[in-house]
């Protein structure tokens, strides 16, 4: 791999590549700039975004651009205004210890005036979204004879847009001997077409395989049925309480019926589609950016452009109408050398559709389990008590208090205590999911196990059947998921045995684990101990009638396997709002503002 010092560049560059905290040069920078720095090649870069193709060509025309001359050298067409602002930023960013570089983005929806003014004044570099440079050029503002470079970013959106005639417009006031560069997330005929038209020889570099995904990403999918889909919306929240992710709707009244429903239900979301106006767009995406937001609930117009590096998640709402606009959705994830996951909520009748995008993508789309209501509340728990165990207590405010307190808690032994602290954080949490579990669950059991292209969900990648178990040990034990699969793993010495769905209860669960499995673990477990209790782990049965083992004593209902977790409680229902405020690494969120748009 060659490092950034041995590709040519000046020292002022080199030292804004240090200040910027690029350590080494990414695959598409390695590609791209020794051929820009080296020679004269058009190229046609395919990359997704997020692969930092904004430097590859950025640090190459800072350094070639002479700032000596008062006129303009290089024209960067991208097709939104955040876009335009971010290359504007990143190239201002690069020309840090530079001579006085003059670059100006113009952008529809801003100030002509304020544009043309700018213009006025000799820019070395444009940045601009078509129209509006076509704009400009009508009005004789902006002058294009003087260009040498041409970058063509995000040519692909730009033509989804209905940019092509603009482009072809703009290319002709440009003069012949320029150099061209186009950057495209994916190959199409009218890249193609424009390749032909207005480029020389392009030299064709390709980061991953040509159409596909980015390699950092990986594709889920939930198959349900349509009326579910806000509530898996909200397991996936609830199981990742650190998300940071795009929700994609297809329309602007979907984006913003489901934007309010999380907003009302406590969750950290806001909407960005069309019909807000151009500064609300801009504070919500801010907000975003900053983290303030944890969800931001988007149609793919009114997203383009917004530019976040760690996106955890891509939440597919509802499938786009055109395959290559997934590509661009997963592609906001798993950027910058990071990780992540596009997940597909995917109505029964487009199993089809999402067998064409799985075709683009050339990558497997795994049919994941919706999180049961356990699982999400054992997660919750554990987010919490780490942040219980990183909290900062060095507040003299409280040392003042602690003798009164620990003088009131005197009766309360440790495990009293804990009890009862996270009984305090918890019971609205786990009422809220006690109720409705199998609505969700049926449905992905009995669906998610359809067999496609010879895959099947992770439940299945354990071929063969569950076997209920039965645990003298539940919620009120401490007993969680992460217990029990460490109660396992531990017994069955690092062995690994397939669990299935895990239902707790107050003082005992059921849990599921892969038939031939069962009674090796009933055996390993048989000896086992938990906080001091002796285990017990027998083959859940239909009917009891003879004592269990164990110091379970409590009255089980006659019919075990029947038993709804939804009938258990007649606790609140998933639909109704929460009444507590999400906690979050992310800033409390204001649901006044939020309703207030
Ligand atoms: P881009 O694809 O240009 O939007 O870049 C994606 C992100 O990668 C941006 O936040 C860049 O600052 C970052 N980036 C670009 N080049 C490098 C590099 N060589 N090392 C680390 N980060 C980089």
Not at 372 to 381: A, D, N, R, V
Not at 484 to 501: A, D, Q, S, Y
Request: a positive charge; proline letters at 4%.
């Amino acid at each position: 791999m060659t490092n950034f010092e041995e590709m040519g560049f000046t020292p002022g560059i080199l030292k804004a590549i240090q200040e910027l905290g690029f350590e080494n040069p990414m695959p598409v920078q390695e590609k791209v700039i020794p051929l820009m720095l080296g020679g004269e090649a058009d190229i046609i870069a395919l990359a997704q975004t997020g692969t930092g193709k904004t430097a590859a060509f950025g640090l190459p025309l800072v350094q070639a651009t002479d700032t000596e001359i008062n006129n303009t050298q290089a024209l960067i067409l991208c097709p939104t205004r955040e876009l335009c602002m971010q290359i504007t930023g990143d190239l201002t960013d690069y020309a840090r210890f530079t001579g006085k570089l003059k670059i100006l983005a113009v952008y529809g929806g801003a100030s002509i005036d304020n544009q043309i003014r700018g213009l006025k004044k000799g820019v070395h570099i444009i940045v601009a979204t078509p129209g509006r440079l076509i704009d400009l050029i009508g009005r004789r503002a902006a002058n294009l004879s003087s260009v040498t470079t041409v970058i063509l970013d995000e040519a692909d959106e730009m033509l989804n847009m209905g940019f092509l005639d603009s482009i072809n417009e703009i290319l002709e006031e440009v003069p012949h001997g320029r150099r061209t560069l186009l950057f495209s997330a994916t190959m199409s005929k009218e890249i193609t077409s424009i390749a032909r038209k207005y480029m020389n020889n392009p030299v064709e570099i390709t980061i991953g395989t040509k159409n596909s995904s980015a390699d950092n990403v990986s594709h889920a999918y939930y198959l349900i049925h349509a009326k579910d889909k806000y509530k898996v919306l909200k397991r996936i929240a609830d199981f990742e309480p650190d998300i940071y992710g795009i929700v994609f709707c297809r329309t602007r009244k979907e984006t913003q019926e489901v934007a309010s429903k999380l907003i009302d239900d406590g969750y950290n979301a806001d909407a960005l589609h069309g019909d807000l106006s151009q500064m609300q767009r801009d504070a919500v995406m801010q907000k975003f950016r900053v983290k303030n937001l944890q969800l931001l609930v988007a149609t793919d117009v009114a997203a383009r452009g917004l530019d976040v590096d760690d996106l955890t998640h891509i939440i597919n709402y509802s499938l786009p109408d055109d395959t290559e606009v997934y590509t661009h959705r997963s592609g906001r994830t798993g950027r910058a050398g990071k990780t992540g996951i596009s997940i597909s909520l995917v109505h029964l009748r487009e199993r089809h559709n999402l067998q064409q995008i799985e075709r683009m993508v050339k990558k497997p789309f795994k049919a994941i389990p919706i999180p049961t209501g356990t699982e999400i509340c054992g997660k919750q728990l554990f987010h919490w008590l780490k942040k219980l165990e990183n909290v900062s207590t060095d507040h003299q405010e409280i040392e003042k208090f602690l003798p009164e307190i620990k003088e009131k808690l005197a009766g309360l032994d440790r495990e009293e205590l804990l009890k009862r602290v996270v009984s305090l954080q918890f019971d609205r949490f786990l009422d809220d999911y006690r109720n409705g579990e199998d609505i969700i669950d049926t449905v992905s059991d009995r669906e998610n196990s359809f067999e496609r292209s010879g895959r099947r969900g992770k439940r299945e990648e354990y071929p063969g059947n569950y076997t209920r178990l039965f645990i003298n040990l539940g919620k009120s034990d401490g007993f969680y998921p992460e217990q029990l699969i460490e109660l396992v793993n531990t017994n069955t010495k690092g062995k690994k045995v397939p669990i299935g769905k895990i239902d707790l209860l107050k003082t005992f669960s059921f849990f599921e684990v892969e038939s031939s499995y069962a009674d090796e673990l009933i055996a390993a477990l048989s000896n086992a101990t938990f906080m001091d209790r002796r285990v017990a782990v027998e083959i859940a049965q239909e009917k009891t009638d003879k004592p269990r083992t164990g110091e379970y004593s409590g009255k089980r209902p006659a019919k075990w396997s029947d038993r709804k977790p939804e009938k258990r409680s007649q606790g609140r229902s998933e639909n109704k709002s929460r009444n507590y405020k999400r906690d979050s690494r992310f800033g409390k969120k204001d649901k006044k503002k939020n309703y207030s748009r």
